[in-house]
């Protein structure tokens, strides 16, 4: 079981939240002309790293808020976790 | 090489089986060979032994960072079907059922096929028109498809809950009755051995640490046991593909995530296909030493971990409970997981690259093992000929930027929502 800090309600279970995938995907700027490619990069491409992983999850069975995560992906430790807002490092 | 046989099996016996030929060699890496195959799994050692045999391409490395078979091929829940959907998909894994059925003749290793079937269960009106769908669309591809109602499921699996008090009742389900499945270790050897005595070389205990590629070509790989230089690579390294391609600075539409499977302490025989609940992430079989195989989906975040999380085998066994109810006085035997390399519309790719003599096999999602003879024979000629082979000229790498997608099971890009 992993255990994830919510930085709004402390420490809980995994089992109260949902996964929301790699962090730092940013979206095209809209109103600008997009390329295909850049369209490409955003919905499929993916580095999935081995190793620190920045990622996004809801605290869906908490406070619904969604979360940014930074975690070992080879070994599921968790280093921090900061509203979605804020920065990690 | 020294051919198996029940007659080989009675002449080693009266020696104590103390000199059996070596199923396969352990050589030094030499340093060129024509094609360099990373990746010692199913769909490598496959790949391997189609170059030699079809192509008769035979100075060939596999090369393998830990031992051959110890990946995805020894830990996946050994089901082989090809009850898909869309043309591309149905086209490939039934050419491959067809390099299954001949599998263990073709080897001389008995990889026990055996084609139990395998039911889709169905739990409301509209799951029954998807399933009559894709049965159509299998059929016509020639592939059989059987829509089962209520009572033709309770004949098949008396044993699963047909009760009033379900939450989830059983309307019916698709069978498709030449799916099943075979011993995973044995495709693995049985391919090493052949492609082994046909002059490859399967070096194990090797990691590759660098590619070296000069204005656009590929040269060689670097690897813990020196430089080999290659005219072409082919990479088949399933969840580890993402590592690989960051050193050849290419992203891919590809995330790795773990799935768990697990077995029960063995039984008498009771189940006799392939089952998978249609309410919730669950599917069984039976394995012939009795033990129950059971799976479901994967445990949701990024993970290079080879193990997963008590949550998920819980969720996943919560539904097994909901069908077999036999099941809650089973105890578990061992639980394990591997990694998958999810493609971003859940069905594999087989192609070329940007670079001159690289080549892609990667994206197998949770569904690699089935297609481990097709992979590898369309992969070897996409090597030796330089060009895709019609069966996987749907599975290319641009699909997801010119939009061709194979997205069978329509889930978007969230690949850990199953």
Known sequence: ?89 | MQKYSVFSLIKNAFSNHQNWEVAWKDPTPKSEYDVVIIGGGGHGLATAYYLAKEHNIRNVAIIEKGWIGGGNVGRNTTIIRSNFMYDANARFNEFGMDLWRNLSQELNFNVMFSPRGIINLAHSDAQMNAYARRGNSMRLNGIDAKLLDRDEVKKLIPMADFSDEVRFPIFGGLMQPSAGTARHDAVAWGYARQADDMGVDIIQHCEVTGFDVVNGKIKGIRTSRGDIKAKKVGLCVAGSTNILAEKLNMTLPIETHVLQACVSEPVKPLLDGVVTFGAGHFYISQSDKGEMVMGGDLDGYNSYAQRGNLPTIQHVLTGGLALFPFLSRLKMLRTWGGIMDMSMDGSPIIDKTHIEGLYLNCGWCYGGFKSTPVSGWTFAHTIAQDQVHELNSELRLNRFSTGHLLDEKGLGTKTWIG
């Open chain 1, 1 to 89: 079981m992993l255990y994830i800090k919510c930085p709004y309600c402390g420490l809980r279970a995994q089992k109260e939240f949902s996964y929301g995938g790699d962090a730092t995907v940013k979206r095209p700027n809209i109103n600008e002309e997009v390329s295909t490619e850049d369209w490409d990069n955003f919905v499929y491409m993916r580095k999935s790293p081995r190793g620190k992983h920045v990622e996004l999850w809801q605290h869906i069975a908490g406070c619904r808020q969604w979360i940014k995560v930074q975690r070992d992906t080879a070994t599921h430790e968790i280093f921090q976790t900061a509203k979605v807002t804020e920065e990690i490092r």
